[in-house]
């Protein structure tokens, strides 16, 4: 992917064409999460910003000639300006929000008009990515859809905010009168990126249960874990699917979809997924309504 350039710097200060690439922000972004690992491992907590700062600062003045363009001497001081993290995060015309699929693999949008009550346009690029995208990939993906959706998905931190492009202030919004709630826009996206064969064709997503309210996800990784123990029971989880849940336990960021499923086990969960998604009938008594429609079903 080629260099970009922006008239801002992470500040949104004014600046001079700062050139920055997919490349340069995935090798810094590979420089925090090790800083952090060695942090995590040896002290059990993770970095300040002023230990960054610090490292930084220590770590280009040992190599000023073979790491910087500019004409300087030495480095005083790196500033990194910070600010409080809101109570509820909220996204703002031509953010990029990271919207995760299954593990490691990311959606992008961008917000293209904000609405009353904190619905957004979402415009979904033609991007899916192996791990957090950036910028960079993001502000050169093209367009594929335009979707009306409720903000939870990112006032709940699920959905991630990853940078900032101007959208024209004649830029062409599609009306839409209701707005999707978090998971079903999760759903249109699947089928989006499916027809754009971003996803394979016979890819289902089933369930992501960082996509509900924050105070009904105790109760949902409960009856999903009774479900993944009947799949078990009855052979039809994959192997992908056996691996995931090895121990019993479903692990914080699970998704349920086709991956992890024999072709009996879609088959049947299909059904199971047409019933639920509307009434939650098997959000309780689980494991016995399960069993029951399992029986209704042969």
């Known amino acids: 992917m080629g260099w970009l350039t922006a008239n801002k710097d992470a500040a949104g200060a004014d600046a001079d064409g700062l050139a920055f690439s997919d490349s340069g922000l995935d090798a810094c972004s590979d420089f925090l999460q090790q800083f952090a690992t060695h942090y995590q491992d040896e002290l059990g907590r993770l970095p300040s910003v002023a230990e960054i700062a610090f490292h930084l600062e220590t770590a280009l003045n040992g190599q000023l000639s073979e790491s910087l363009d500019d004409e300087i001497k030495s480095v005083a001081a790196i500033t990194i300006?910070?600010?409080?993290?809101?109570?509820?995060?909220?996204a703002v015309v031509g953010d990029f929000v990271a919207i995760p699929l299954v593990r490691?693999?990311?959606?992008v949008g961008q917000v293209v008009e904000v609405l009353k009550r904190d619905d957004v346009v979402?415009?979904?690029?033609?991007?899916?990515?192996?791990?957090?995208?950036?910028?960079?990939?993001a502000s050169e993906a093209s367009p594929l859809s335009q979707f009306r959706i409720e903000?939870?998905?990112?006032?709940?931190?699920h959905w991630k905010i990853i940078g900032n492009r101007d959208v024209p202030s004649n830029y062409a919004v599609k009306k839409v009168a209701y707005s999707l709630p978090c998971f079903v826009a999760e759903l249109e996206f699947v089928d989006a990126l499916r027809s754009q064969g971003k996803l394979p064709s016979d890819f289902k997503l089933y369930a992501d249960l960082n996509a509900s309210h924050p105070s009904l996800q105790e109760s949902e990784f409960a009856a999903m874990t009774e479900i993944m123990s009947f799949l078990q029971k009855k052979q039809l989880l994959s192997n992908e699917g056996l691996a995931e849940f090895a121990d019993g336990k479903l692990p914080?960021?699970?998704?349920?979809?086709?991956?992890?499923?024999?072709k009996s086990g879609i088959e049947f969960y299909d059904k199971v997924f047409k019933k639920d998604l509307q009434s939650g009938y098997f959000s309780k008594d689980t494991t016995a309504r399960i069993e029951a429609f399992w029986d209704e079903n042969q």
């Open 122 to 137: 979402i415009e979904l690029l033609d991007l899916l990515t192996n791990g957090m995208p950036n910028l960079a990939a």
């Open 104 to 107: 490691d693999k990311f959606a």
């Open 252 to 262: 914080g960021d699970f998704s349920l979809h086709s991956g992890l499923l024999t």
């Open 81 to 90: 300006k910070t600010k409080k993290r809101p109570a509820k995060p909220k």
């Open 151 to 157: 903000q939870t998905g990112v006032h709940w931190q």
